[in-house]
């Protein structure tokens, strides 16, 4: 259950590989060269740093010519981050499973004493990030259900015990769903909920939640849930107190292709909205996986229409710094392709996550990806990876791995 750190993680086994130098170069782009010519002035947005409209969104959702797109999404990201690809290494910790709601994409949600519900005490949160934070683990991210019983004290209780006991920890916790939740719990405010979580030791909060930022889409399926203007005050709020945060789209189940457009347009717009320095960090588009769902009967993503969504999602978010492909939901293969078309994130070595499972079955949490496999990936795609902490800054670690600082 713990992190693992394997050798093959030092710069010292990295040096042998010959193409790993580190270039921030950005290979040419020649519009005129596409096979599709809608493609073109779009390109000439992209190279000129223009936003890219609705219209070319669909555009790019329509076009046959692949390697085009994936080029555009590729000069974009290399502009950005040369050839460097980002991964971190964390631990998910989700602390209960009951919750309120019962959306319908949702096979985690569990109501108390039904089979499989279960609730962490504080001290198995505990246990968790200290086993994950002895093993060098430099993050936990902490997302739930929405408790109906559990009072706003337990979760910042649980902060602050994180805190005293692991103070370099980086705690990423509670979806803008979970903030709404204990809003009423509390009978405080978006931004006193906040507040008080801030002080009690939260870092930083994940994006998930989002799903699509559509009501014909809310009502079909997740009823109940937080609306987008809700999720939108949610982060805007955070950035305002200068919490960062990423954002998420759920996409592949009942939305049309032009409603993923909107929704990451709403993105953009409210990250120009945020003060400078603070705001979105990532956009991380996740792969609906039907099994074990109440939409069990939808086929799912293709390969290539997860490949599409996160070039798309480079090209429509210049504003967002990141793209993470999250391969518990993408897969570790597709999301080695992925460092091509847009996205320079890898995400971490997560060791347990309980939200959504690719292979689907009861036991099958433990979903672990060594440092070693997560560079090597790296690697044989053509980057150089880099280990970065959970606002992206670089980590530096000792020749066993355990002990790590922020590189200045
Ligand atoms: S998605 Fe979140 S809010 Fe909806 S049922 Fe699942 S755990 Fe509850």
Redesign the pocket.
Known sequence: MSVVLEHGNSPAADATVPWMVEDRGVPAMDPGEFADGALRPIAEKVLGGEYLTAEDGMALWETRDIFSLGEMANHMRRQKHGNVAYYNINRHINYS?I?????K??E??RKRGENGAYEFSHDDVFRIAGDAAAAGATEVHIV???HPWLPFDWYLEMLRGLRTRFPKLHVKAF?A?EINHFTKISKLSTREVLTALKEAGLGSMPGG?AEVFDDRVHDEV?KG?LRADGWMEVHRTAHQLGIRTNATILYGHVESRAERIGHLIKLRELQDEAPKGAGFQTIIPLSFIPEGSELGHLPGNTGLEDLKMLAISRLMLPNFEHVKAFWIMQSMKLSQVSLSWGVDDLDGTVVWYD?TKREGGAGNQHQEQTVEGIRRLIVEAGFVPVERDTLYRRVVRSADGKQWSVAT
């Open positions: 499973n919750c309120a709601l019962a959306c994409f949702c985690f949600h739930g259900g929405l979806t769903i939640g997740f849930k939200i």
